[in-house]
C-alpha cells in the first residue's frame, strides 16, 4: 500500500501561480508512474498530467499545456504540479496518484493509489 500526500493548495488570484506537492512518506515512488487529476465543483475528475517513473516523459492535456507541468524528483521522492497564469476554471481538488504500470497513463482506472486531495481556489 501506497499512502499519497498532496500538498501545495491554497487560494490565489487570477493570474498567479502555485506549486503542488505529492510525497509517500515511508515509501519510495522511483518505480511508479505519477499523475495529477483534477475535479471541480460538480464535474468529474479530469485528467491534468503524467510522468514515467524517471521523468524522461510526460504527458499532459491539451487544454492546460503551457501552464502546468509536470515533473518529479526521485531523490527526493516528490512530485511535482507547476500551475500558472491561473483562472478561476482551475478552481478544484488536485489529486496526485500512482501507477505501478504504465508509462503515462491518462485515465484515471490506469492507477493503483491516490492522495486524499488538495484545494485550489482561484479568484476572479
Known amino acids: 500500500q501506497v499512502q499519497l500526500v498532496e500538498s501545495g493548495g491554497g487560494f490565489v488570484q487570477a493570474g498567479g501561480s502555485l506549486r503542488l506537492f505529492c510525497a509517500a512518506p515511508?515509501?519510495?515512488?522511483?518505480?511508479?508512474?505519477m499523475g495529477w487529476f483534477r475535479q471541480a465543483p460538480g464535474k468529474e475528475r479530469e485528467f491534468v498530467a503524467s510522468?514515467?517513473?524517471?521523468?524522461?516523459?510526460?504527458l499532459t492535456s491539451d487544454f492546460l499545456k503551457g501552464r502546468f507541468t509536470i515533473s518529479r524528483d526521485n531523490a527526493k521522492n516528490t512530485g511535482y504540479l507547476q500551475m500558472n497564469n491561473l483562472t478561476p476554471e482551475d478552481t478544484g481538488v488536485y489529486y496526485c496518484?500512482?501507477?505501478?504500470?504504465?508509462?503515462?497513463?491518462?485515465?484515471?482506472?490506469?492507477?493503483?493509489?491516490w492522495g486524499q486531495g488538495t484545494q485550489v481556489t482561484v479568484s476572479s
Open positions: 510522468i514515467n517513473w524517471n521523468g524522461m516523459s510526460s
Open positions: 515511508g515509501r519510495t515512488l522511483s518505480s511508479y508512474a
Open positions: 496518484a500512482a501507477a505501478a504500470s504504465g508509462l503515462v497513463p491518462r485515465r484515471s482506472i490506469a492507477y493503483d493509489y
